[in-house]
Each structure stands twice: as structure tokens, then as C-alpha cells.
């Protein structure tokens, strides 16, 4: 026996919901050229209808009829839907004007079902706001001139009119809204599709970059580990039993500085390790340049006098000099870094300067400047980067992992600032960063940075947005403005993965959005930026003060410290994303 899936010939071509649209267009249009017609034929009465008017619903009518041979895409384009409503709209009002029966209350009310049909939200609101105004129509009428005239009179041919037109064009404006919205939709789909696309293609890129760098880091890490162990394997074996001391001290020499060689290899390598894991903090506190500075380079101005190479510190206006917040021992690992590289990079007779600038603002800067052999253009935009070894560096001079100058600038991130390099071939180079000036918001500053690095970064992505208050915020003597700020904020952002960072030395509150991407960032600046308008706070507005929804950045897309990130939210502002 047959079963009834074995008779798929006696099933109906399914008919897509698209094409239905497509023939109710074309039925309806019918409907509107029909009433439209049998109207004016009525309005005439016995006498004839105009030629022109005739050969007007004949193209119309066969217009509509070529409409079935028109391709489906291009009945749904909005262009074309447009195009109609306009064309149908003068034909019909040049229609009703030739007859010369119409009064100027009949064109109002025509004018007005056309505007109500524009403005509906739906086809039953279209069509139950058109019924209600037909009956007032023939109500007035029928009070006008009485009941048995509006019968007898086309009153009631008018109204079947009127309907049609509400019906056929609120189909299409409502048409019109749908496409665009699927249009939009289908933009909003198109973009989500091209975002992952990227997306996958940097994370393509990041695992291909780091996949250069582990095999970089494999080959580095063999040569520079191979060498000095050469070296002291060579030397402990020259040792003999009664060599004379001289030949002794010159091989236990070489074991030595073999061996700090090591340690230098090893201890970049967990620096780095670290700065990858997030547990490299910054233990900072008050620092005198002046004593310091001077502490850091002695040793280098034993080896820079042996090279012939000359070597000065220069500090402007020292008596003046304020204190800095910042890591002594990982300030030291940034200078020592900085000199010894210079020291590579200067020629004998060379000269390699360090400079501190106090400009009495917050922060202190502090460049080491040399006239070595500088960097081409391209191993500058490559110089921080893991085991990058620049071609130019003079020869004779020992090479390094490669690892230093990446984590300097990590070092230097942490502390709230940024390492900064001028350079050009034959002349020289200098780097240069800032240290926060002793202050509550240095401490603000620092403390951010530890939690971004350590904390923070445990979660794959989050959003920070910060809500500003400027100086209003610290400037209250118990902190009102501040405690306002923090208790609405909690009431908005109930996540236990949403964590508040109060600085209110900045006069601020950095909000920290954990496992929140980007996107759902201007989504909740939104919410916050509402929320703290003026008119939302009502009179709470002078308890509260004047605040500013900054933001929002995403880690890691815009950044992955601190300062970055806040820095990208100041530069995105008060600006709302529409597609948020």
C-alpha cells in the first residue's frame, strides 16, 4: 500500500510568503482601479465619461496587470513601492477632479484617510480608524440632508471608495516599514557576520603571531642559554690542578660573567612569564630620583669609561625635584635596561645622557638620549616587540634575549605612563617615559593598573566606562557627591561581575563591566547616561552634582592596561553608538 509520502505528486507547490505579498500587491491594486473606476462611472451618471479619463484607468489598469510579469525583488524594493503610492495618489485626485461633483469637504476627507492610512501602525488599526470616519461621513451626511437622500444619493458609493484607498495604501506603507525593517535586520545580521569575520581573522593573526613567537622564542632562548654554558664548560675545564693564579683569576672571571649572563636570560624570562600571567604587580611607593638615579648609574659609568664612551646624568632645577610613586626595583630594571642598550647601541667616543624634567605638573619624565647608531624607520615599529634583535646594532658588543625592552614598557604601563622612542640612523636614540608625581591620585593611578593586571585580566574581555564628575567629586568635604554616585550606580549595575572603581582624586568612578564586550558597553552607557541626566535625577541634581558617562573601551581591543583603556573612554566621551 501506497503511504501517503509516496504521493508527493498530489502535494501543492508551496507557495513562499514572499510571492503571497507579491500577489496580494497586485490583488489589491485591482481592488483600488475597480472601486476607483466604478466611482467615477456612478459620479457621471448618464452621461458619458470623458475619453481621457477611460484611456487614464486603461493604462492604469493594464499597468497593474504587466505588474505580474514584474520580477518579485523589485515588487518588494522600497523604491518602487514609493513610486507606486505617488502615482496612484495623482491619477486618482486628477480622476476625481474631472468629474467636477467633488466639493472641497470630500478632497479634505480623501486627503485625510490617505494621511491616516500613512500614519497607522498596523492594517486592523488602518482599517478600524477608516470605518470609523466613513460612518462619521455618512453620518453627517444623512443629518445633512437626510437619511432617504443619502441613500438614494452615491453617498454610499463614496464610501466603498474611501475604504479601498485606506486599505490599499495602508498595505503598502505598512509593507514599506516591514522591508525596511527586515532591510535593517538583515544590514544589522550582515554586520555581526563581518564583525566575527574580523574577529576570527585577528584571532587567525594573534595565534600565527604567537606561534612566530614561540618558535622565536625556542631558538633565542637555545642560542642564549648555549653560550654561556659554553663558556663556562671551556673555562672550568681549562682550570688545571697548579695553574698559577693569574690564569685562574681570568677563567673564574669568565665564569662569572657567564653566569650573570645567565641570570640576566632567566630573569627576563620570568619577568616575562609573569607580565603574561598577570602577576607581575607594581609595589610602589614615594622614591627620590635625585640619590636614586645617581645609585643606578655607578656601575654603568665603570663600563661606559672603559668603552670610551662618556656618560652624565642631568637633572633640571634638583632642588625642586618632587618625590614620584613609584616600584624602586622595577624603575631600576627600566634605567639599567635603557643604559645598557645604549651602551650597545654608542660607538667609542659617544655620549649617553640621562635627563629628569620636573615640569611642576604630575609627573616627572625621564629619558636616556645616546649618539649611536639609531634605528631605521622599520625597526621602530618592531622594537618592542618579544626577542626583536635590531641588524644595526654595532658589532662586538653582546647581544641580549631580546625580552628587555618589551617588558620596560610593561613595567612603564603599570606605573600609569607610556615608553616612548625617538630615533634616526647615524644620530641616535631616546627613550623616554614619565613616573607619577607623590600624590592621592598616583596612588589611584597605580592601584587601577595592578588590578587591571592582575584581576581584571583573569576574564577573556571586559568593558570599562567611567562616570566623571570632575573635580566637584573630590572638592566635597565628606565626600556626598561621591557616596550619590556610588549608591545610584549600584542600583543600576546589580552583576556581581560589574565592579566599581572609585578614584575620587580624579573625581571620578571607573566602572569595570567583567565578561561584558564592547558592544554591551554602549548599551549599558546608555542606560547609564540616562540615568544620570538632569532631568532623570530630578531634585537630587545639586546633591548629586553635575556627571559625565565617559566610554565606553574594551579590553582587550582598545588596550590591555589601565591608562589605555581609560584614555580610550576619554577619547569616545559622552558619544552614543546609534546601534547600540
Known amino acids: 500500500m501506497k503511504t501517503p509520502e509516496d504521493n508527493h505528486w498530489l502535494e501543492r507547490p508551496a507557495v513562499s510568503a514572499p510571492r503571497l505579498l507579491d500577489r496580494s500587491f497586485i490583488l489589491l491594486r485591482f481592488t483600488l482601479i475597480i472601486a476607483t473606476s466604478y466611482l467615477l462611472i456612478a459620479e457621471f451618471g448618464t452621461r458619458s465619461v470623458p475619453p481621457a479619463l477611460v484611456a487614464m484607468m486603461i493604462?492604469?489598469?493594464?499597468?497593474?496587470?504587466?505588474?505580474?510579469?514584474?520580477?518579485?525583488?523589485?515588487?518588494?524594493?522600497?523604491?518602487?513601492?514609493?513610486?507606486?503610492?505617488?502615482?496612484?495618489?495623482?491619477?486618482?485626485?486628477?480622476?476625481?477632479?474631472?468629474?467636477?461633483?467633488?466639493?472641497?469637504?470630500f478632497f479634505y476627507l480623501y486627503f485625510f484617510v490617505i494621511f491616516l492610512a500613512g500614519v497607522g501602525e498596523n492594517l486592523r488599526l488602518i482599517a478600524l480608524g477608516v470605518t470609523v470616519v466613513c460612518v462619521a461621513y455618512v453620518v453627517l451626511a444623512a443629518?445633512?440632508?437626510?437619511?432617504?437622500?443619502?441613500?438614494?444619493?452615491?453617498?454610499?458609493?463614496?464610501?466603498?471608495?474611501?475604504?479601498?484607498?485606506?486599505?490599499?495604501?495602508?498595505?503598502?506603507?505598512?509593507?514599506l516599514r516591514k522591508e525596511r525593517h527586515q532591510l535593517s535586520r538583515e544590514q544589522a545580521v550582515s554586520e555581526g557576520l563581518e564583525r566575527n569575520r574580523r574577529a576570527l581573522s585577528e584571532a587567525n593573526e594573534e595565534l600565527r603571531r604567537l606561534s612566530d613567537v614561540k618558535s622565536k622564542?625556542?631558538?633565542?632562548?637555545?642560542?642564549?642559554?648555549?653560550?654561556?654554558?659554553?663558556?663556562i664548560k671551556n673555562a672550568v675545564s681549562l682550570i688545571e690542578p697548579g695553574a698559577d693564579g693569574e690564569s685562574q683569576v681570568k677563567f673564574l672571571e669568565m665564569i662569572r660573567r657567564n653566569a650573570d649572563r645567565l641570570n640576566i636570560i632567566i630573569a627576563d624570562l620570568l619577568d616575562m612569564s609573569k607580565a603574561e600571567s598577570g602577576s607581575?604587580?607594581?609595589?610602589?611607593?614615594?622614591?627620590?630620583?635625585?640619590?636614586?638615579?645617581?645609585?643606578?648609574m655607578?656601575?654603568?659609568?665603570?663600563?661606559?669609561?672603559?668603552?670610551?664612551?662618556?656618560?652624565?646624568i642631568e637633572i633640571e632645577s634638583p632642588e625642586s625635584l618632587q618625590p614620584v610613586f613609584a616600584d624602586a626595583n622595577r624603575i631600576e630594571q627600566v634605567v639599567a635596561n635603557l643604559l645598557s642598550n645604549a651602551l650597545k647601541a654608542t660607538p667609542k667616543g659617544g655620549s649617553i645622557t640621562l635627563t629628569v624634567e620636573d615640569g611642576g605638573s604630575e609627573w616627572v619624565t625621564i629619558t636616556v638620549t645616546d649618539d649611536g647608531v639609531g634605528l631605521s624607520a622599520e625597526d621602530q615599529t618592531k622594537v618592542f616587540e618579544p626577542f626583536f634583535q635590531a641588524e644595526n646594532t654595532l658589532e662586538g658588543k653582546p647581544a641580549g634575549t631580546g625580552l628587555g625592552l618589551t617588558i620596560c614598557r610593561d613595567l612603564v604601563r603599570g606605573h600609569g605612563s607610556e615608553l616612548r622612542l625617538e630615533s634616526e640612523p647615524g644620530v641616535g636614540s631616546s627613550f623616554s617615559f614619565s613616573l607619577p608625581v607623590l600624590s592621592d591620585r598616583a596612588r589611584e593611578t597605580i592601584a587601577f593598573e595592578n588590578q587591571v593586571r592582575t584581576t581584571y585580566r583573569a576574564h577573556p574581555y571586559f568593558a570599562v566606562l567611567i562616570v566623571d564628575g570632575g573635580q566637584s567629586m573630590s572638592s566635597q568635604p565628606a565626600g556626598p557627591t561621591l557616596d550619590a554616585a556610588r549608591d545610584r550606580l549600584a542600583k543600576l549595575l546589580p552583576r556581581e561581575l560589574d565592579v566599581l572603581c572609585e578614584q575620587p582624586a580624579h573625581g571620578r568612578i571607573v566602572v569595570v563591566m567583567l565578561s561584558t564586550p564592547l558592544g554591551g558597553g554602549w548599551v549599558v552607557k546608555r542606560k547609564l547616561a540616562s540615568a544620570f541626566a538632569p532631568e532623570s535625577l530630578g531634585?537630587?541634581?545639586?546633591?548629586?552634582?553635575s556627571f559625565k558617562v565617559l566610554g565606553p573601551a574594551g579590553f582587550p581591543e582598545d588596550g590591555e592596561h589601565g591608562s589605555i583603556l581609560i584614555g580610550r573612554a576619554f577619547d569616545r566621551g559622552e558619544q552614543l553608538e546609534e546601534k547600540s
Do not use: C
Not at 622564542?217 to 663558556?231: D, G, M, Q, R
Not at 655607578?298 to 652624565?312: D, H, V
Open 59 to 105: 493604462v492604469v489598469l493594464l499597468s497593474n496587470l504587466g505588474a505580474i510579469a514584474i520580477p518579485a525583488a523589485r515588487l518588494r524594493a522600497p523604491w518602487f513601492i514609493a513610486a507606486t503610492i505617488v502615482a496612484d495618489t495623482v491619477w486618482i485626485t486628477i480622476a476625481l477632479i474631472a468629474t467636477g461633483r467633488f466639493t472641497s469637504e
Open 143 to 175: 443629518r445633512t440632508v437626510g437619511f432617504n437622500e443619502v441613500v438614494s444619493t452615491q453617498t454610499l458609493i463614496r464610501v466603498p471608495f474611501l475604504f479601498s484607498v485606506a486599505i490599499f495604501y495602508g498595505y503598502l506603507v505598512d509593507r
Open 217 to 231: 622564542f625556542v631558538s633565542t632562548v637555545s642560542h642564549e642559554l648555549k653560550s654561556p654554558l659554553t663558556a
Open 280 to 296: 607581575l604587580t607594581i609595589a610602589a611607593d614615594s622614591l627620590d630620583l635625585r640619590s636614586f638615579l645617581s645609585q643606578v
Open 298 to 312: 655607578e656601575p654603568f659609568k665603570t663600563q661606559a669609561e672603559g668603552a670610551g664612551i662618556g656618560i652624565s
Open 539 to 545: 531634585e537630587n541634581t545639586s546633591r548629586m552634582g
